[in-house]
């Protein structure tokens, strides 16, 4: 029951180091159980996805060895395929789906729980399903869990009826040991993507397309072990970049890759912050009045739907009023009532939120409803006026390495309280 205070009102100054990118490291270590081998990791984040993900394939049988931001993960010996048992572990992240492709692919049979994840809305894997049925599993869930097994593997040419990250991902990993060619067309384009083919392709996949919407899967026999290093994160380095719009700071973001961060670099800029691009850095200076914009959260290249929540508040204190649109999850709006506690004048309908600027936020206590709602409660407590109390962090833990050792190096007033949980008492 851990909690963030802030006092807000400092601006933002200094230096920070991204780390590697969460939702790739997920897709990554599941990848790293497709051979009988080893392979090593590098620029992996300390986070609570990232070390339940590790828990569950020691529970399988895979050896890792972590230090500091290295892992070296073995399955030189068989790991089991079965992760029914380790409910508590997969309830708690989304991305515990991935084991899914991976066990299909190297063992041909895999039991998973569903996934958990952040609650923003319908989030069904129809789309990873009807994948791996074209692949040649059958796919039953019962009791909570999906059971699939595919006495063969052969490559499908598969549409994809929406742009999902998820079951982009997940296909490849079980295409890339299937006999043959598959082909999937409506892919999604994440950075994340990317990262993942690459690492499979370094693993002796053959993967072609990948960051572009047909990506083309040869099927290997053999697969061997590899070493790679993360891409930092794109969605860490925008909350970091709209931290210091916020605070109207003046920060060096390093270890970040430009290029993916286009669409909010556009929209900062938009809103009259100084955005200035390094060859691995990314400089943000902070200047009000905020002007009012619209955003619209698509597929990448387009605006992410995880910065959402990052931006809404940047939009309480611009001049004018903002529109969010909300295309990808129906549910994710429910930060908006913590917000509006602290003086924010939003309305919502249907999936567009409209926020006027008002002068300043006034602190209060919050809670966190999810990941990156998390890190939206940061950003406000930050620029409030007063102390800023936000409860339920756990959900800021799973995907933010050291964050409030960061923003103090940055200059911000933010310490970590621990409670006790008054149904415990
Ligand atoms: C991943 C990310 C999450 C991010 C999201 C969108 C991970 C672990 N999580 O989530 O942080 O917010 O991408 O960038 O990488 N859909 C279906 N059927 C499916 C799969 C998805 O209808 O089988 C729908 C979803 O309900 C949603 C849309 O497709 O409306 C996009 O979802 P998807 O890209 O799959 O998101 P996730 O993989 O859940």
């Known amino acids: 029951m851990d909690a963030f205070i802030i006092e807000g009102g400092n601006p933002l100054q200094g230096e920070v180091t991204i780390s590697g990118a969460k939702n790739a490291v997920?897709?990554?270590?599941?990848?790293?159980?497709?051979?009988?081998?080893?392979?090593?990791?590098?620029?992996?984040?300390?986070?609570k996805d990232v070390n339940k993900m590790i828990v569950i394939l020691e529970k399988l049988g895979a050896e890792i060895y972590r230090e500091k931001d290295t892992l070296?993960?073995?399955?030189?010996?068989?790991?089991?395929?079965?992760?029914?048992?380790y409910e508590e572990e997969t309830g708690q992240m989304r991305a515990s789906y991935y084991l899914?492709?991976?066990?299909?692919?190297?063992?041909?049979?895999?039991i998973v729980p569903l996934p958990g994840g952040c609650n923003i809305g319908d989030r069904p894997i129809d789309q990873h399903i009807k994948g791996f049925q074209a692949l040649g599993a059958t796919v039953v869930i019962e009791h909570g869990q999906v059971k699939m097994e595919a006495p063969e593997l052969k490559g499908a040419h598969i549409f994809l009826d929406v742009v999902s990250v998820g079951a982009t991902i997940n296909i490849m990993l079980a295409a890339?040991?299937?006999?043959?060619?598959?082909?999937?067309?409506?892919?999604?384009?994440?950075?994340?993507?990317v990262d993942v083919a690459n690492f499979l392709n370094l693993m002796g996949a053959n993967i072609k397309g990948a960051g572009t919407d047909v990506i083309k899967i040869v099927g290997v026999e053999e697969m061997h072990g590899c070493e790679y290093s993360v891409i930092p994160d794109q969605i860490t380095t925008g909350t970091y970049m709209m931290a210091a719009a916020a605070t109207e700071g003046d920060i060096l973001i390093k270890n970040v890759i430009p290029k993916h961060m286009e669409a909010i670099t556009a929209k900062l800029s938009e809103m009259g912050v100084i955005v200035l691009e390094e060859d691995d850095g990314i400089r943000v200076i902070g200047k009000h009045p905020l002007k009012a914009v619209n955003v619209k959260t698509m597929p990448y290249p387009g605006f992410p739907t995880d910065l959402q929540q990052p931006m809404a508040v940047l939009m309480t204190i611009a001049q004018g009023t903002s529109t969010i649109t909300e295309s990808i999850f129906e549910s994710r709006f429910k930060y908006v009532d913590e917000l509006r506690r602290m003086g924010a004048n939003i309305s919502i309908n249907s999936r567009t939120a409209s926020i006027t600027g008002v002068k300043a936020l006034s602190a209060t206590k919050i809670r966190t409803t999810d990941l990156r709602a998390g890190a939206a409660m940061v950003i406000a407590g930050l620029i409030a006026d007063g102390e800023t109390k936000i409860t339920e962090i756990v959900h800021i833990d799973r995907g933010y390495e050291n964050l409030q050792e960061n923003l103090r190096n940055l200059g911000a007033d933010i310490r970590r309280i621990s409670e006790k949980d008054p149904a415990c008492l």
């Open 176 to 193: 890339v040991r299937a006999d043959g060619k598959t082909i999937i067309e409506n892919a999604a384009k994440e950075p994340h993507i």
């Open 100 to 110: 899914l492709g991976a066990l299909l692919g190297r063992y041909r049979k895999a």
């Open 72 to 85: 070296i993960i073995n399955t030189e010996k068989p790991i089991s395929y079965d992760v029914s048992d």
């Open 26 to 47: 997920l897709g990554i270590i599941p990848a790293a159980v497709l051979c009988a081998c080893s392979s090593k990791i590098e620029n992996v984040p300390d986070i």
